[in-house]
T-cell receptor, first 111, second 114 residues
Framework: TQLLEQSPQFLSIQEGENLTVYCNSS?????LQWYRQEPGEGPVLLVT?????EVKKLKRLTFQFGDARKDSSLHITAAQPGDTGLYLC???????????FGKGTKLSVKP | NAGVTQTPKFRVLKTGQSMTLLCAQD?????MYWYRQDPGMGLRLIHY???????AKGEVPDGYNVSRLKKQNFLLGLESAAPSQTSVYFC?????????????FGDGTRLSIL
């Protein structure tokens, strides 16, 4: 059974701080996606990483896929209150397009 | 752009009652999914469909049934609701199963079983 362990589960920081969220597995994934979810809404895709060692940047967000394609990280530089939300990593679960989700990291950025 | 629409948005049921959650997408997507989201558990796949007339079980299918009679609609049924089915239910869809396709989610149905 493929599992994705996300850490930390909760993160409360002040505006301007940096943070990193980790997504780890003992299984190899052909791709990993990161979603952001706001209260009362469904998850929205931030990025997909597909190549081991790949780094993608989305403004202040930096995503990295591990060389062995078993782990990924999300780094936010100079966090802002607008970054507050639930961050979910998801790995491809097979040929039917299924996704295996981590349990999520709930981020709160205080002004 | 409507995307994925879920109805109802909220519902309270008594134990043993039945109900159907509706998911409708206007993107002509082939694949559709039903997830449940519980605190600290992330999203878990209940059932999914790879095309009109097809359905398959996911990780947590017990107590649920689904139907995909029309390509744009995916229905999730609870025949006899139980308190353990209190959750937020999300529907999602994708056009194809290539690994870089994002799943498009609805805004969820919040279901409470008393």
């Amino acid at each position: 059974t493929q599992l994705l362990e996300q850490s930390p589960q909760f993160l409360s920081i002040q505006e301007g701080e940096n943070l990193t969220v980790y997504c780890n597995s003992s299984s190899v994934f052909s791709s990993l996606q990161w979603y952001r979810q706001e209260p009362g809404e469904g998850p929205v895709l931030l990025v997909t990483v597909v190549t081991g060692g790949e780094v993608k940047k989305l403004k202040r967000l930096t995503f990295q896929f591990g060389d062995a394609r078993k782990d990924s990280s999300l780094h936010i530089t100079a966090a802002q209150p607008g970054d507050t939300g639930l961050y979910l990593c998801a790995g491809d679960g097979g040929s039917q397009g299924n996704l295996i989700f981590g349990k999520g990291t709930k981020l709160s950025v205080k002004p | 752009n409507a995307g994925v629409t879920q109805t109802p948005k909220f519902r309270v049921l008594k134990t043993g009652q039945s109900m159907t959650l509706l998911c409708a997408q206007d993107m002509n997507h082939e694949y559709m999914y039903w997830y449940r989201q519980d605190p600290g558990m992330g999203l878990r796949l209940i059932h999914y469909s790879v095309g009109e007339g097809t359905t398959a079980k996911g990780e947590v299918p017990d107590g649920y049934n689904v139907s995909r009679l029309k390509k744009q609609n995916f229905l999730l049924g609870l025949e006899s609701a139980a308190p353990s089915q209190t959750s937020v239910y999300f529907c999602a869809s994708i056009q194809a199963t290539r690994y870089n396709q994002p799943q498009h989610f609805g805004d969820g149905t919040r279901l409470s079983i008393l």
